[in-house]
Structures are given as C-alpha cells and as structure tokens.
C-alpha cells in the first residue's frame, strides 16, 4: 500500500511551495497550480493537478478529478491558494471582488465539499484551511480578502461539527490555520515605513518564515495532532 495522498493547492510558489516541501517524505502529494509550467519542484512520485480556481468551471474540474483519480487515497486537503487584491472597498472592481471570493472561499468550500464525500464513506480525513490573521483582525483595503479569510475559519468549525452530526466514531478533522505576517513574495509589496509599523505590533519582532508554517502544518495533518479539530490554529508572532 502506498502513502496517503494530500491535495496541497497553490502548491507552486511560497508558503505552498514550503508545505509541500515539508510534506513530502510522509505523503503523495497532489500539487495544484493554475498551469503546469508553474510548479517549479515536483519531488518524487507526485501528480500535478492544474485548474484556474478563478472560474466555477476550474473549480468543478478540479472537484471532478480529484475524486476520479485520487478519491481511494485521498487522506488530507491543504486549501492553500488565495489572492489578495488590495483596495478601498469603495473602488474595488467587481471583477476583483469575484477572483478573491471565487479563490480563497470558493474553491476552498467545493473542495471540502468533494473531500468530505470521501472522507465520509472512509471516516477517516483531515482538512486545514489556510486563513490569515486578517480574518481574525481585519485589516484597511483588505476587506473582501478579510471577508474570505474569515469565512475558512467559520467553514472549518462548522464542517467539524457536521463530521461528527454525521458519523458515529470516526477520524475526520477540519481545522484552520492563520498565518501572520510572513516572509512570501505578497509581503514584499509592503512598503517599509507599513511593515515597521507592523513589526511594532509583533511581540517576536519579526515576520515569520514559511517554513515555520508548513511545520505547523505538517504536525497538524499528523496522528500527533489527532485531539486538534475545529478550531483554528494562529500563528503570528503574537499579532493580534
């Protein structure tokens, strides 16, 4: 019998880049991009699985593979991918308001979906939704990014709790984590005189690396971890 396979989407860069990385010894991995080209590490023996998570057809598609091709095996789901599209809600284009919502709340909600279908019939799975402090906090010109980040959390206690209606003994957990201020390419864009302003706020006094979230990750989706379900998991440096 092989290793338990685990979806990780947005595995091609940054924090899914780190979590697959992380994963990899323990797990087959089922890395998502939008395109191919895109995944940069592979490692040995995982599949690659593309669909533009922007559109309700990518989502499904994605949804319908995942199931077909991988459903026997499937033992987690990391919903990594998400966009964040910085603006006054007051001049956010619609179009911008439908990518991030489509992206980080979405998909991560069909995908649960189609896991927990599996899931259900094994009794047996674990979900992790990637949130952010800003779902916990809010932020300014992060409301419709917030907005989504919020709704994993809620998402995540809530599919727990259904796992449980649902099932008498069983091993399901769904849970979040909620990332800080990390070190990716997104926190790049913050302008110095903004980040040091969010450093004053940060008991640990720096911005955390995405390594240190893909450990988290890993231990969670673990046996180690087997009493922690719906709840969502904060790792910060202290922000709040």
């Not at 995982?46 to 095996?73: F, M, P, T, W």
């Not at 979906?113 to 899931?119: H, L």
């Not at 949130?131 to 916990?136: F, H, I, L, T």
Request: with cysteine.
């Amino acid at each position: 019998m092989g290793k338990p396979k685990v979806l990780i989407t947005g595995a091609s860069r940054g924090l899914g880049l780190a979590i697959a990385k992380a994963l990899d010894t323990h797990y087959t991995l089922i890395l998502h991009a939008t395109k191919e080209e895109n995944i940069i590490w592979k490692g040995a023996d995982n599949y690659v699985l593309c669909a533009d998570l922007s559109s309700s057809e990518g989502i499904a598609d994605l949804c319908k593979r995942l199931k077909q091709n991988h459903g026997d095996d499937l033992y987690g789901v990391i919903n990594n991918a998400g966009i964040a599209l910085d603006k006054s809600l007051i001049f956010q284009p619609e179009k911008d308001i439908d990518a991030m919502l489509n992206i980080n709340l979405k998909a991560p909600i069909l995908i649960c979906k189609t896991a927990m279908k599996i899931f259900n019939l094994k009794k047996a799975g674990v979900i992790i939704n990637i949130s952010s402090v800003v779902g916990e906090t809010g932020n300014a010109f992060q409301s419709v990014y917030a907005a989504t980040k919020a709704g994993l959390v809620a998402l995540s206690k809530s599919l727990a709790k259904e796992a449980a209606a649902l099932n008498g003994e069983h091993k399901i957990r769904v849970l979040s984590v909620s990332p800080g201020f990390i070190k990716t390419a997104m926190t790049d864009t913050i302008p110095e005189t903004e980040m040091n302003k969010y450093l004053l706020m940060i008991p640990s006094k720096r911005l955390g690396e995405v390594e240190e979230i893909a450990e988290t990750i890993a231990f969670l989706l673990s046996d180690k971890a087997s009493y922690i379900n719906g709840t969502n998991i904060s790792v910060n440096g202290g922000l709040f």
